[in-house]
């Protein structure tokens, strides 16, 4: 759109312009100041809302786009015929989102033409949101911090009270005793659990090197810890790890929240009963740990949300961050946590991890 339009006779390659608009992958139209039409390029034929050039050429632009959509575009029309400025919005038709554009198309500094311009950004901003979902992961990081600082004392409280009962229980007879010992070693350990999460989750971005988890380990004391929970009641669980598994790239606490979170996930979706199976293998120096239910599964149209932060179907009890917190820590350590799709109905979940040399 150059300031001086060239003469058929000086241009020397006549016709490539409109050939150039129409190779653009964009689509677009030129009106007049009659706002009657003089451009209508191939992308602007296409699609639902296209119509072919030789129906709209000439024609006004009313006619063209209707009553509504004519009051709509008219203002910014005559904004850019006025002013000489491009005038730029975002609007969102169907499930896609356009960038539009209009541009003066200027001679001897008069605005004799108004290019109106539609780029899809649908996927760009797509893209943009997966930036700005990263983004609060990492304030999350941030918020563990802050959160990491305040937590120590509660933990180091509840290890005192565990301390205080199993001293307590000394005196009881053999079986609580012995029960209130149990208990004891179990909260201590959870509490040292909690203690090095929070650290380490401090640094999540920092990989450390050369940490290595037995997997059937992790798992076993995930499921002993996770069978107390009244949530598991009714859930049947199979685990078939084998025992001559490599061992996994990461640090076993990541690995033990990674299999919490997953199965507290799946206990949730079977709330009626049901059946959780943990298998694993070694493929290729990859470990993969299948985590299944026999609950309803993910529907289709929430798969590419459940990996999000914050995305929950349960906003009373949930906080959508499970599975965007466990897929953080194993992509950290170089491996993924995927859904799978699945032939029976079911959620179905997929961890992959590097497997290291030697077992830990
Ligand atoms: N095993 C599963 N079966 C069905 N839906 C699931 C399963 N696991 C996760 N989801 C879906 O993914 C969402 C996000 O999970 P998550 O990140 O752990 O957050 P939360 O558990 O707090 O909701 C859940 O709210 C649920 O809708
Ligand atoms: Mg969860």
């Not at 401090?202 to 107390?228: E, F, I, K, N, Y």
């Not at 529907?299 to 990996?307: A, T, V």
């Not at 491996?335 to 979940?349: E, H, K, T």
């Amino acid at each position: 759109m150059g300031r001086t339009a060239l003469s058929p006779k000086d241009d020397p390659h006549p016709g490539l312009g409109a050939a150039v608009i129409d190779a653009l992958p964009i689509s677009l139209y030129v009106v007049d100041r009659k706002l009657k039409l003089v451009v209508w390029n191939s992308r602007r034929e296409q699609g639902p809302l296209g119509r072919p050039r030789h129906e709209v050429l000439g024609r006004h632009l009313r006619d063209i786009l209707g009553p509504r959509g004519f009051k709509a575009t008219l203002p910014t029309l005559k904004r850019v015929f006025e002013t000489g400025q491009i005038q730029e919005e975002t609007v969102e038709t169907g499930a896609r989102l356009f960038h539009l554009r209009r541009i003066p198309v200027k001679r001897d500094q008069t605005v004799t033409h108004v290019l109106c311009w539609f780029e899809d950004i649908t996927e760009q901003k797509a893209l943009e949101m997966r930036v700005i979902a990263s983004d609060r992961l990492a304030f999350l990081g941030q918020l563990v911090a802050g959160v990491a600082h305040e937590i120590s004392n509660p933990l180091a409280g509840i290890a005192g009270c565990a301390e205080a009962l199993a001293s307590i229980a000394m005196h009881a007879p053999g079986k609580t005793h012995r029960e209130a010992r149990e208990f004891r070693e179990l909260i201590r350990g959870e509490v040292a659990r909690c203690e090095r999460i929070v650290r380490s989750l401090l640094d999540t971005a920092r990989p450390s090197q050369g940490s290595s988890a037995d997997v059937a380990a992790v798992v076993a004391s995930a499921l002993r810890l996770l069978d107390r929970h009244p949530a598991f009641s009714r859930v049947r669980v199979i685990s078939r790890i084998p025992a001559d598994l490599p061992a996994a790239k990461i640090e076993p606490d990541f690995l033990k929240q990674v299999v919490t979170a997953l199965a507290a996930n799946a206990a949730r979706a079977m709330s009626g009963g049901g059946t959780l199976s943990l298998r694993a293998a070694c493929r290729n120096d990859e470990i993969h740990l299948d985590v299944l239910d026999t609950g309803p599964g993910v529907p289709p149209e929430l798969r590419s949300q459940i990996f999000k932060p914050y995305f929950t179907t349960n906003p009373e009890r949930g906080t959508g961050l499970g599975l965007a917190i466990a897929r953080s820590l194993v992509r950290g350590r170089g491996g993924d946590l995927a859904l799978r799709p699945r032939q029976r109905p079911g959620g179905s979940f997929r961890v992959t991890l590097k497997a290291g040399a030697n077992r830990p």
